[in-house]
């Protein structure tokens, strides 16, 4: 009886859709060279050669249940839906700084040299392109690796030229645009960001509203590249950049890659919310000293990570909903930069809550985590999804893919949809989608059927 079942077919499900082959080589085109890029770059070779596991990462490792529990079948998600071999995958960036990716990731400090050693002559040929800079969007460093234009329509024009000579160079079938540059200083969407027409103009006139990864987004789409936002700037945040990703048919995703306390927060606040726990306060802070902290030092750009930090246990916990357990909740994130730790970062949280009869508890957490070992398998499994997203029929058209919220604090949604936090939501969706692509059964963990 379809009502009693715990997998669920649609008819669109059933019917699955067109997925293109993974041919050839997919270029991986990244703007910012510093340590979130380096550790997935020298990583992937590493796993390449064999020389260590792709931890945290569930295109190379992650399982996916089909059907009913008793049918056991569970195939890897790399042999369930077509993916790039991580052997096609080829390499380029940009940087303010003259680095090779060799010496970027050995000053990063992520990694040990003795790894780092034995990736060497493929780090070195990674060699950064010239950046699009702006102070005004990245006040506490600047270096000397950057473009010049007359205007910011030139400077994309420039990328957009870039990317072409990359497309040749490298022979990749196909390319993916993935941010892992800088936090940008706080930007609100703005009259100009409301269409392609009006942005275009606006690029024309070097808007200062303009920052410089929308510069590389625009770049991107008008080539066709599907763009992933890793930062919680605006970026392809705007409806200037969803009409041109629709009509270009390259798929974007944002913001901000979901790591350390953050994840944190998304794995625990679920849990409480599910026990109906009440939560007074929760206080998060942080200590980290590598330069996205130093970044992060500037109000402006902290402001960015703020706003992207402090939204998810609200779209949790719906205070809205459960006025008495969450409607009156005070929520702190503070980001202390602190070099002796480097990428090393120590959080903390004390958590608030209460229980029957409204007796209050606390919980504390002190998390030792290494952000950049957290992001580059986010990056991985974006770079890949992405490109699966471009190659199939019912995906590419859309825009926004959502259904890789999972890997971010604050993910995109058409305008007027709010955002899904919970992670365990997030995984049934990503995983949900791959089924229907599929045209295999969704899974709804109903099961009244095994007791038929
Ligand atoms: N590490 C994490 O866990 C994590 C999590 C979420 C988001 N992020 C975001 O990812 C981004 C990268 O983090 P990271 O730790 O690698 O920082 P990083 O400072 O080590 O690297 C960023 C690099 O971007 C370069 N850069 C700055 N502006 C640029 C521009 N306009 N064009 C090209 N390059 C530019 C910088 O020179 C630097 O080398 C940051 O925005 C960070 O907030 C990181």
Redesign the pocket.
């Known amino acids: 009886m379809a009502s009693r079942q715990s997998s669920v077919s649609s008819k669109s499900s059933s019917e699955g859709s067109e997925i293109a082959p993974a041919k050839g080589k997919l270029g991986v085109m990244i703007?910012?060279?510093?340590?979130?890029?380096?550790?997935f770059v020298a990583g992937v070779e590493a796993v390449r050669k064999g020389l260590a596991q792709p931890i945290g990462s569930l295109t190379q490792m992650g399982t996916i249940r089909l059907g009913k529990r008793t049918d056991a079948r569970s195939p890897q998600i790399k042999d369930f839906v077509p993916l790039t071999k991580l052997n096609d995958l080829v390499f380029t960036?940009?940087?303010?700084?003259e680095d090779d990716m060799y010496s970027?990731a050995s000053k990063?400090g992520v990694l040990e040299q003795e790894l780092l050693s034995k990736v060497k002559p493929f780090l070195k040929s990674v060699k950064?392109m010239k950046?699009?800079?702006?102070h005004e969007?990245?006040r506490n460093?600047d270096?000397p690796n950057k473009k010049k234009g007359k205007s910011k329509m030139d400077l994309a024009e420039q990328v957009r030229e870039d990317i072409r000579s990359f497309r040749k160079s490298s022979k990749a079938d196909r390319l993916i645009m993935v941010?892992?540059?800088?936090?940008?200083a706080f930007l609100k969407p703005n009259d100009i960001h409301g269409s392609i027409e009006k942005f275009e103009k606006a690029l024309t006139k070097s808007d200062p509203k303009i920052a410089?990864?929308m510069i590389?987004a625009y770049a991107a789409l008008k080539e066709g590249v599907p763009f992933a936002n890793?930062?919680?700037?605006l970026t392809v945040d705007i409806p200037a950049m969803l009409e041109l990703s629709r009509e270009m048919e390259a798929p974007i995703c944002g913001k901000?890659?979901?790591?350390?306390q953050t994840l944190m927060k998304t794995i625990l606040a679920p849990g409480f919310k599910a026990r109906l726990l009440g939560m007074s306060g929760w206080f998060s802070t942080n200590i980290l000293g590598?330069?996205?902290g130093?970044?992060?030092d500037d109000p402006a750009s902290f402001k960015t990570?703020e706003e992207s930090k402090l939204s998810v246990l609200e779209y949790i916990l719906q205070p809205e909903l459960y006025p008495e357990l969450y409607g009156n909740i005070c929520h702190k994130v503070k980001i202390n930069y602190y070099p002796p730790r480097g990428?090393n970062?120590e959080g903390w949280d004390n958590i608030d809550i209460f229980g029957w009869l409204g007796y209050p508890m606390q919980i504390k957490v002190d998390f030792l985590c290494r952000?950049?070992i957290?992001?580059a398998p986010i990056v991985l499994d974006l770079v890949l999804l992405l490109d699966l997203a471009q190659r199939t029929s019912s995906l590419k058209g859309l825009g926004i893919q959502e259904w890789l919220s999972f890997y971010f604090?604050s993910p995109m949604t058409v305008p007027g949809l709010y955002p899904e936090h919970d992670l365990f939501i997030q995984l049934m969706k990503l995983k949900n989608t791959l089924r229907h692509l599929k045209g295999e059964d969704l899974i709804t963990h109903l099961g009244l059927e095994y007791y038929d």
Do not use: Q
């Open positions: 703007p910012g060279m510093g340590a979130v890029a380096t550790t960036g940009w940087d303010i700084f970027a990063a950064p950046a699009v800079f702006d969007y990245i460093i270096g941010w892992c540059a800088s936090t940008e410089p990864s590389y890793g930062a919680p700037n901000d890659y979901k790591t350390g590598n330069r996205d130093e970044v992060l990570k990428d970062k952000d950049s957290l992001a604090k």
